[in-house]
Structures are given as structure tokens and as C-alpha cells.
């Protein structure tokens, strides 16, 4: 159960790269970083799956939070 689920999370990791959208359009950075990432979470390794998933995750906070969260209240000196 554990393989099947980290290889369909390298599945999506793997398109959200090569498509290069995920809530927002992703810089080419984080696309090359969550094209590593499905290929990790695919091996059906422990280690590398959870690296895998590591990378990609770190990849995909920032334009997850960057989507939802308006953008005044991401500059600095904001007073919320």
C-alpha cells in the first residue's frame, strides 16, 4: 500500500513539473524540483521516498501559500 501510494504522489509530482502549474504557475526551479521528486517517489525505496516527497513538498508550499494567501499580507510591515 505504501509503494502504490508514493508512486501515484510521484505521478502527480511528475505532472505538476512537467506541466509547470500548480494553484499558480510555477517558476522552472521548483518544475525541475518536483520532476526529481516523482522520479524519488516512484523508486520503491523508504529513504528515497521520503527525500522524495522532502523535495517536492518544499516545492509546492510556497506557490500554495503564495495563491491563497493575499499578497499584503505577505510584504513586510504588514499589521496583520
Known sequence: ???IGTALLGILYWAFGLE???ARPLGVYARVMLI???ALLVWPELWV???GFA???SA???AFLTSVVP???LRKGSAN
Do not use: H, N
Open 1 to 3: 500500500a505504501f509503494s
Open 20 to 22: 509547470g502549474y500548480f
Open 36 to 38: 526529481i521528486a516523482g
Open 49 to 51: 521516498s521520503i527525500a
Open 55 to 57: 523535495i517536492g513538498t
Open 60 to 62: 509546492l508550499v510556497p
Open 71 to 73: 499578497s499584503w499580507k
